[in-house]
């Protein structure tokens, strides 16, 4: 089966890329451009691993194909931190032990950075909410929430 060529922004930056008409983005991202920040945890959708944005709008990677990604700005865990400067949301994470494994913890630092881009002040059951296709098997959630919010409220009080 022939290539598909693609050019699309990944983190600000532009990047062209060869893929198979089949091949997901998730697979795009993770083999052809070396980010394997999004990790596949189903495959189907239901666990928000693989979890970026697509012109600003979460997405499950696994179910978008890369040759979709034509013209789009992707952005990917990779691109939350500013060089080695962690972002305050990746900073509380740490502080909060808001992690344990890590396989989710990528997919739910992107989708609570969208969060809290649409929403910078959200309430707790705004947050779990938000979170509801983030699956996490170690954390219990807690602790997440807790950075979420304390990330909300340190965002808020520097603008």
Same mark, same amino acid.
């Given at each position: 089966?022939?290539?598909?060529?693609?050019?699309?922004?990944?983190?600000?930056?532009?990047?062209?890329?060869?893929?198979?008409?089949?091949?997901?983005?998730?697979?795009?991202?993770?083999?052809?451009?070396?980010?394997?920040?999004? &990790?596949?945890?189903?495959?189907?959708?239901?666990?928000?691993?693989?979890?970026?944005?697509?012109?600003?709008?979460?997405?499950?990677?696994?179910?978008?194909?890369?040759?979709?990604?034509?013209? &789009?700005?992707?952005?990917?865990?990779?691109?939350?931190?500013?060089?080695?400067?962690?972002?305050?949301?990746?900073?509380?994470?740490?502080?909060?032990?808001?992690?344990?494994?890590?396989?989710?913890?990528?997919?739910?630092?992107?989708?609570? &950075?969208?969060?809290?881009?649409?929403?910078?002040?959200?309430?707790?059951?705004?947050?779990?909410?938000?979170?509801?296709?983030?699956?996490?098997?170690?954390?219990?959630?807690? &602790?997440?929430?807790?950075?979420?919010?304390?990330?909300?409220?340190?965002?808020?009080?520097?603008?």
């Amino acid at each position: 089966m022939s290539q598909i060529h693609v050019t699309a922004t990944v983190n600000g930056d532009e990047v062209e890329f060869l893929c198979d008409p089949r091949e997901t983005l998730l697979d795009v991202l993770r083999d052809r451009l070396g980010l394997t920040g999004a &990790k596949e945890g189903c495959g189907t959708g239901d666990c928000g691993a693989c979890s970026v944005t697509v012109d600003d709008r979460l997405v499950c990677s696994c179910l978008m194909l890369g040759a979709e990604a034509e013209g &789009k700005s992707i952005g990917t865990v990779e691109g939350i931190a500013d060089g080695e400067t962690l972002h305050p949301l990746q900073e509380k994470f740490i502080q909060h032990a808001a992690l344990q494994c890590g396989v989710c913890t990528p997919g739910i630092l992107v989708a609570t &950075k969208a969060l809290l881009e649409t929403n910078p002040d959200p309430t707790e059951t705004e947050v779990r909410y938000w979170l509801a296709g983030n699956l996490c098997r170690c954390t219990g959630y807690d &602790k997440i929430i807790r950075a979420v919010m304390d990330t909300a409220s340190d965002l808020r009080k520097a603008s």
